[in-house]
């Protein structure tokens, strides 16, 4: 008995079973707190639905705020000049193209700077005892302006230009919103900047269609008072009473309640906040609309296997967290520090673990000191094979500058050009050699070498000796980091020497000191069907330079100008080109690395686009495999 109680089976058998006698009330507050939660996304959508239906109107409100923020305090460094204050506020609104009045008031009310002559103080909207006592942002419909006047708009209309910026706002778009904003100069009341929004610019601003869209969407300022009509006819009339939209605004914030129109339909009411303490959006709909019903209740009876599910759920979820999660959490734990290097003794998992866990412990406690000690013998010896590989590559460094020291020696004792020549060239072959084996020695990976490193290094001490005195060339490199194997290194270095030493030696005599130069391109190419086509055609000995099992190709150009008139056929040889085989030992030399490398070597005489010859060796080998 004492071993079936330790499994894990038996003790979720046990813990299942008080699956049994689940807890109706639990089911039943569940279900309530899932159709409250459904209520309160509701009325979130309905008030997201409240301000995208306002979204235009709201944006031109907080146009004008910024606007106001923005002019008041240019409109203050103009009050000394009336005539310039006017004109910087009748331009400002006639650009704009929203506005249709844009005037200043002083503190007794008057208007001392207006963008248009002979208009209504929109500062009239709110008394300026009100504002003097409670200097605040106040956002508001002007009646002196609205009434009477909405409905000859249209009849204006063709008398305005674009936007209803008539004389003294009287045109087409009549404003029906002012927003009033105090000015402080020095810390102290000055006046106030009232900005009026036409009407015809919030006509359009409203149309916009919307998913769910509501019937009536206005905008309301925190009196409760409407700053916009809405759209179609009759529109106001299903707006709810006075009293009830004027303690909504007062109370403030987002809000869905639902009440009666004004001709006593039922509706339901969404009140969004768009400015805090000044400006909300107002949405009606039917309470018919299918948009509302995520706000009706649904008293749903409780079923009995209902229940019985949410009760065997958490059960289950508490009998797996008790039996195998908690345990489980602490053996990842120790994973995830095994993973991360540490290799110390894990301690024993908390609490009374089921028997195949501690089992399952115990193995990967095993296995852990296994290949901890297996890792700790395997760096040891990598760091042994380190270093003797890096030992070995340095010595053979220093051989092989030791053998070029012996031959310098050599070639002070010998007065024949011929053979200075040859132990020269020897000379540069082991010193080429030689800086492969220091790039090996200095690189992390020893199997891998930077190409292009080994190459503008070799390439930069070719150029200082083998050129002639007043001929040294221009080198233009274009080396791409590609990392070679060392095995490549060693033959790709020796024939770009011979190359080098080949392109000094037939360099055209440049006109200018300085004027000749050398081009090293090295890039590396995908392999792609005509890649493969092209090797095939140029290496039909049946060479290694066939394929390159997906990893590419690896091509080095070399390419000087030669002594050929602009007039020699291009691929006709001139007295001091370097034919296509090359000359000599160097050319069989060439043909050898490139065969050691699996790749193909071509010599040829091109032109340039200005008609001069240039001698060019192309290699091509495939790239090593990532």
Not at 61 to 79: D, F, G, P, Q
Not at 213 to 241: D, F, Q, Y
Request: charged share 20%; hydrophobic share 45%.
């Amino acid at each position: 008995m004492r071993g079936w109680s330790d499994r894990l089976t038996f003790r979720l058998a046990v813990l299942l079973s008080m699956a049994l006698l689940p807890l109706g009330v639990v089911a039943l507050g569940a279900t309530a707190e899932l159709q409250r939660s459904a209520q309160r996304i509701g009325e979130r959508g309905l008030i997201m639905l409240a301000r995208d239906a306002v979204a235009g109107e709201r944006a031109l409100v907080e146009s004008a705020l910024a606007s106001a923020r923005a002019i008041e305090a240019l409109v203050l460094e103009r009050l000394d000049d009336p005539a310039e204050c006017e004109a910087f506020l009748r331009g400002y609104t006639e650009r704009s193209n929203i506005y249709s009045f844009i005037g200043y008031a002083g503190l007794d009310g008057t208007m001392t700077c207006v963008s248009h002559g002979g208009v209504p103080a929109p500062a009239a909207a709110a008394p300026p005892d009100r504002l003097r006592a409670a200097p605040t942002t106040t956002i508001s419909a002007s009646p002196d302006w609205q009434q009477g006047r909405d409905d000859r708009t249209d009849g204006q209309a063709g008398g305005q230009g674009d936007g209803g910026q008539g004389d003294g706002g009287q045109g087409d778009g009549m404003p029906v919103i002012v927003v009033t904003r105090p000015v402080f100069a020095d810390d102290a009341l000055s006046g106030f900047l009232s900005i009026a929004i036409t009407r015809r610019t919030l006509e359009l601003m409203a149309q916009r269609v919307i998913e769910d869209a509501p019937r009536l969407a206005v905008l309301v300022n925190r009196e409760g008072t409407v700053l916009s009509r809405g759209s179609g006819s009759g529109a106001m009339a299903l707006l709810p009473e006075a009293p009830v939209l004027a303690a909504s605004a007062a109370a403030g914030g987002n809000q869905v309640f639902r009440g009666e129109t004004a001709a006593g339909e039922p509706a339901v009411y969404a009140m969004a906040e768009l400015i805090p303490g000044r400006l909300y959006a107002l949405a009606m709909w039917e309470r018919t609309a299918p948009v509302l019903q995520a706000l009706e209740a649904r008293r749903l009876p409780l079923l009995f296997p209902a229940a019985m599910w949410l009760a065997c759920l958490a059960v289950v979820l508490l009998a797996v967290h008790y039996l195998v999660l908690r345990h489980l959490k602490g053996l990842n734990r120790q994973m995830r520090r095994f993973a991360l290097g540490q290799r110390e003794d894990w301690p024993d998992l908390p609490g009374r673990a089921p028997g195949e866990i501690r089992a399952l412990h115990a193995t990967f406690r095993s296995m852990a000191r296994l290949i901890g000690r297996d890792e700790e013998e395997r760096e040891r010896a990598l760091a042994e094979k380190t270093v003797l590989l890096k030992e070995i590559h340095h010595r053979v460094k220093n051989n092989l500058q030791l053998i070029a020291s012996v031959i310098n020696l050599q070639l002070r004792q010998l007065a024949d050009p011929a053979a200075r020549g040859v132990l020269h060239s020897v000379q540069q072959r082991v010193l080429g050699l030689a800086s492969v084996h220091r790039a090996l020695y200095a690189e992390d990976r020893l199997a891998r070498v930077r190409a292009d490193r080994v190459i503008e290094e070799l390439l930069a001490r070719l150029t200082s000796i083998g050129a002639a005195p007043g001929r040294a060339p221009a080198l233009r490199l274009n080396l791409a980091p590609l990392a070679l194997e060392a095995d490549q290194m060693v033959p790709l270095s020796l024939l770009l020497h011979e190359g080098m030493t080949n392109a000094l030696k037939h360099l055209a005599t440049a006109e200018e000191p300085g004027s000749a130069w050398i081009a090293v391109d090295l890039h590396h190419e995908p392999d792609t069907a005509t890649d493969t086509a092209d090797a095939g055609d140029a290496d039909p000995g049946g060479s290694d330079a066939g394929g390159t099992g997906g990893a590419g190709w690896v091509v080095l150009r070399l390419r000087n100008p030669l002594d050929a008139p602009p007039d020699t056929p291009s691929g006709a040889p001139s007295s001091t080109a370097a034919t296509p085989s090359g000359d000599g030992l160097g050319g069989e030399l060439i043909e050898a690395f490139a065969m050691q490398l699996g790749g193909t070597c071509n010599q040829t005489e091109t032109r340039d686009e200005n008609g001069r010859n240039l001698w060019q060796l192309e290699l091509r080998f495939p790239a090593p495999q990532n």
